[in-house]
């Protein structure tokens, strides 16, 4: 059944699966997660690995052909490094790919490539050593910089930096954009969403006002290039990055990488949306900015591959056809995967 395809009601072909596979993390982004973080998982509500691969060994079967983990921080999970091998070994899944905010790259980038992980996507908002203590509460920029020439050295192409782009932040969107001239990295923006904080405080402290849409990001760009004596950004199209994503990219003229912009509110992508979505204690949700989820941790626990395709199909059945604008889930960012 390998070569079958998964299509939802609205007849998007579905082949792209993101898992959860802790909602901890090392840092507490501000726009992710309340300052006093959530409260964890017990040990036994989170998908053993044993169940996640159950999961997408079915789901592999099912047309799904790319995974890619993310949490929480997908890195502080203990043997993720063999969870990568486990699923990059089964049959029907073509890449593998991890989410993550980069801090243990430099001790692990090497075994995860090893283990058969294709791609890496670093978030990283600013390149203010003191911003980015703000935005991360915890952090340390160093650390995420040397987690990206890890990546880089360790061989993942593409490399794709993403960035969350905040108005009360006041980022500089240029000096980002630039790190695409001199090395093979793909640095991305992406919409602030209201994602978790339910309706009273969505997003985090998420405000339509913080919003800002990719095109102004794109001529903040390009106004600095020009008034600086560079070349503003060109559609990229022979040098995009690989990836199933929803981002269009550009690209300084002669650039070694490009920039790429992501934008769920102005621009909704939902109807070439190819993705289900596992979180860590195994609940599918059909859509990011929706509460439906469906309880796979049961099925994938027994092993009955009949009783994980079932989940598998009705949420995949359940896919609304759009986001609707949706302000305010229940759950944040670090509890479902981003
Ligand atoms: N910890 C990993 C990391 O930060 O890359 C993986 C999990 S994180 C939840 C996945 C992605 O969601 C990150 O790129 C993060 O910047 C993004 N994200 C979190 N909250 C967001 C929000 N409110 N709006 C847009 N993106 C958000
Ligand atoms: Fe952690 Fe990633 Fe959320 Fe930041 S965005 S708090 S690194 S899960």
């Known amino acids: 059944m390998n070569g079958a395809l998964m299509k939802d009601a609205h007849g998007r072909v579905i082949d792209y699966l993101r898992i959860s596979i802790t909602d901890r993390c090392n ?28 999961i997408v060994r079915v789901a592999a079967s099912s047309g799904i052909r790319r995974v890619r983990l993310t949490g929480g921080e997908p890195l502080v999970r203990k043997g993720v490094v063999n969870l990568v091998r486990e699923v990059a070994n089964i049959p029907g899944i073509e890449d593998v790919s991890l989410t993550t905010n980069g801090i243990l790259l430099p001790r692990m980038a090497w075994d995860l490539k090893d283990a058969g992980l294709k791609r890496v996507n670093i978030s990283l908002d600013t390149l203010d050593a003191a911003q980015f203590t703000e935005i991360t509460r915890v952090g340390c920029l160093q650390d995420t910089i040397d987690g990206i020439e890890a990546a880089l050295e360790a061989g993942f ?13 006041n980022q500089d969107f240029y000096r980002f954009a630039r790190m695409s001239v001199d090395r093979p990295l793909h640095m991305r923006f992406i919409e602030y969403m209201p994602v978790g ?4 405080d969505p997003g985090c402290g998420w405000d339509e006002g913080d919003v800002i849409t990719c095109d102004e990001i794109l001529s903040i760009i390009n106004d600095r290039a020009v008034a600086e004596g560079s070349s503003p950004l060109v559609p990229a199209e022979k040098s995009r990055p690989v990836g199933g994503g929803p981002a269009s990219y550009y690209q300084f003229p002669g650039a070694l990488g490009t920039v790429g912009f992501i934008s769920p509110r102005s621009r909704h992508f939902c109807s070439s949306c190819n993705r289900l979505r596992c979180t860590a204690d195994g609940k599918i949700m059909p859509c990011l900015f929706s509460d439906d989820r469906y309880d796979i941790k049961a099925a994938a626990a027994s092993g009955d591959e009949g009783a994980i395709r079932a989940v598998l199909n009705e949420a995949m059945g359940r896919k609304p056809d759009e986001h609707h604008h949706r302000v305010g889930t229940e759950r944040g960012m670090s509890q479902i995967g981003g």
């Open 27 to 54: 840092l507490r982004c501000i726009y992710c997660m309340p300052e006093d973080g959530v409260t964890p998982l017990c040990h036994d509500d989170i998908l053993r690995f044993d169940e996640i691969v159950a």
């Open 157 to 169: 192409r593409p490399v794709k930096v993403n960035a969350v782009a905040v108005r009360r932040l």
């Open 197 to 200: 904080g339910g309706e009273e």
